[in-house]
Each structure stands twice: as C-alpha cells, then as structure tokens.
C-alpha cells in the first residue's frame, strides 16, 4: 500500500462523480481531453487544490490569488473572472450534491494545439478548464504513524529557468525525485536548493523544530504553499518563534521534530530523514499544537463563511 501525505480513506462515491470539462459535466469515465492539448503535449498549463469543509471552500481567495499569479507567469490569459470561476467550481460541487469532506483540483491549460509544439502561437483554443471534485479524507493512521523522507540529488529548479513557486504543469523534476525517495525506501522526497540549503519536499513544505523555534526554508526556492503560509500566520498570532531562513542538512539531522505541509493532509509528521530518526521519531508535542492551531483557523473560515 501507498504511504505518504496523500494518502485518502477508500470512498465508492468517488467512482461516480462527475467531472468539469470547459463547463460541461462528465462522468468519471467518460471524462477525457484531447491529445492535443497544451498540457498533455508539453505540459503548458497551471493548477490549484483546494477542500470543501462544511459547504466552505477553504482559503478560496488565497487559492485563486496563487491561480492568478501562475497564469500571468506563464503569459495565459484566463478568460474568466475569480467569480466566474468560482461558480464553475460550485456549479460542479453542487452537481456532485458534495458539501463536506471535498478535495477539488482545478486545472488550465493553455487549450488545444494545431499540432504538437511548444509554440503557444499555434494553440487554436482557448484555455481548458478542468474540475475534478473528490471525496478524500485523510488517513489518521498516516498522520499518526508519520513519513519518512530521503533527501534527493535532483535540486529544485532557479528562478531564472523554471521558477519553484510557479504552480504548473511541469512537475518531472519532483516526479524523479520522488521515484528516488522511493527507489531508496522512503516515503517522499526531501529536496535542496541550488545552493545546497533545504527547500522543500517533491509536493508538500518542509519544517522543522529546534528549540521551541519553527524553521522553514526561505520563499525563493519552494512552491508557495498556502498551508505553509497559514502555519506561519499562526505561529506569529501565538507568539510561537518562526523563521524563514537558509538551514541545512546538518541542522534538519539534528531537528527535534520536523513535519510537512499540504492542503490535502495538513500537517503530517516526519519520523525518520535519510535513515536518521528525526527526535523521538514520533508525532511531536510542537507539530500538535501548530496541527490544532491550523485546524483552529479553517474552522474560523468555515464560521465565517
């Protein structure tokens, strides 16, 4: 069985959802796009995740700014409004008749090709809107029992060829590393920077403890996670010590707890970094309480609707 952070309880409702294509409604197997596509042929396109929690879709305007930013990074021009979109995300949910417990990832692409190139000018399109909606819990079990991580050769990428903290399509570098982590019996990918100081993970933020101190690393070489910002958030309104800062190997082999952040799974802890136990190998006192800290604040969306 598959352990790490995204790890989803079994649910047969998933096996008939309906899917979003450019606004038209399809069923799971039936839900498919061309070859032809920007995405499909090279990767040209950008995403966002998000959760539907007690008929609230979390961190929305967060989500969407991100969306935003990725599509002007990449040149795509995103022919709808953040409230036009947003009612397309709705119109699917409430297709779905899905109010809670909803992971919902939404994809652009820059559309379909005339022909198989990477020149955007040969898109003949406009840009394809997929919204998948799906029931996926987290598994407790994998939260408690924590992942193990195996720091990777492949480094992430420098701003000035492929920007970490672009959301888009073109994930191969954290595929490989991921499939080195796994070839060498862990459960994720720890990643450095280009300069040798940690970064992030192949899909989800990187912390640790040391001293009652939250690190993680600076924003210049990590996707812009919005759990990693809400931790954040949380640990200066709690006057919990927290910094962005270049650490290394050295410092992370020595932590007292480390842990990982996502949309989909939270906080998960990590027990055990190249082999190393990483404090007491469990799921700390420090990532607890930043855990509830964290759920604290999607419950006060949630209040505020």
């Given at each position: 069985m598959v352990h790490g952070t995204h790890n989803a309880l079994a649910d047969s409702r998933n096996d008939s959802i309906l899917i979003s294509i450019n606004d038209e409604l399809f069923k799971r197997n039936d839900a498919k796009i061309s070859v032809?596509?920007?995405?499909?042929?090279?990767?040209?396109?950008?995403?966002?995740?998000?959760?539907?929690?007690?008929?609230v879709l979390v961190?929305?305007?967060?989500?969407f700014n991100r969306l935003?930013?990725?599509?002007?990074?990449?040149?795509?021009?995103?022919?709808?409004?953040?409230?036009?979109?947003?009612?397309?995300?709705?119109?699917?949910?409430?297709?779905?008749?899905?109010?809670?417990?909803v992971h919902v990832r939404i994809m652009v692409?820059?559309?379909?090709?005339?022909?198989?190139?990477?020149?955007?000018?040969?898109?003949?399109s406009g840009p394809n809107v997929v919204i998948i909606p799906e029931y996926k819990a987290a598994s407790k079990t994998s939260k408690e029992k924590g992942?193990?991580?195996?720091?990777?050769?492949?480094?992430?990428?420098?701003?000035?060829?492929?920007?970490?903290?672009?959301?888009?399509?073109?994930?191969?570098?954290?595929?490989?590393a991921l499939i080195q982590a796994i070839e060498a019996g862990a459960d994720e990918a720890l990643m450095l920077d280009v300069n040798g100081f940690v970064s992030t993970c192949n899909a989800t933020n990187f912390f640790i403890i040391k001293n009652d101190e939250v690190w993680t690393s600076t924003s210049k070489y990590c996707m812009n996670g919005i759990t990693r910002a809400k931790v954040i958030e949380v640990c200066i309104a709690n006057n919990i010590p927290c910094f962005e800062k270049d650490f290394s190997l050295f410092d992370v082999y020595g932590a007292d707890e480390a842990f990982v952040t996502g949309t989909f799974g939270?906080?998960?802890?990590?027990?055990?970094?190249?082999?190393?136990?990483?404090?007491?190998g469990n799921y700390g006192n420090m990532t607890k309480t930043l855990s509830d800290l964290y759920e604290n604040l999607i419950n006060a969306e949630v209040k505020n609707g």
């Amino acid at each position: 069985m598959v352990h790490g952070t995204h790890n989803a309880l079994a649910d047969s409702r998933n096996d008939s959802i309906l899917i979003s294509i450019n606004d038209e409604l399809f069923k799971r197997n039936d839900a498919k796009i061309s070859v032809f596509d920007s995405g499909y042929l090279v990767g040209d396109g950008v995403w966002e995740a998000l959760r539907l929690h007690h008929g609230v879709l979390v961190f929305l305007e967060d989500h969407f700014n991100r969306l935003w930013q990725s599509a002007k990074t990449v040149g795509m021009k995103l022919p709808f409004t953040k409230q036009e979109l947003t009612a397309k995300v709705w119109n699917t949910l409430n297709a779905n008749k899905m109010t809670d417990g909803v992971h919902v990832r939404i994809m652009v692409t820059r559309g379909i090709k005339k022909t198989p190139s990477q020149d955007p000018r040969l898109t003949i399109s406009g840009p394809n809107v997929v919204i998948i909606p799906e029931y996926k819990a987290a598994s407790k079990t994998s939260k408690e029992k924590g992942i193990t991580l195996f720091t990777s050769t492949v480094r992430r990428g420098s701003p000035d060829y492929l920007d970490p903290r672009l959301n888009c399509h073109s994930k191969l570098h954290e595929v490989q590393a991921l499939i080195q982590a796994i070839e060498a019996g862990a459960d994720e990918a720890l990643m450095l920077d280009v300069n040798g100081f940690v970064s992030t993970c192949n899909a989800t933020n990187f912390f640790i403890i040391k001293n009652d101190e939250v690190w993680t690393s600076t924003s210049k070489y990590c996707m812009n996670g919005i759990t990693r910002a809400k931790v954040i958030e949380v640990c200066i309104a709690n006057n919990i010590p927290c910094f962005e800062k270049d650490f290394s190997l050295f410092d992370v082999y020595g932590a007292d707890e480390a842990f990982v952040t996502g949309t989909f799974g939270g906080l998960t802890p990590v027990t055990k970094i190249d082999g190393r136990v990483i404090g007491e190998g469990n799921y700390g006192n420090m990532t607890k309480t930043l855990s509830d800290l964290y759920e604290n604040l999607i419950n006060a969306e949630v209040k505020n609707g």
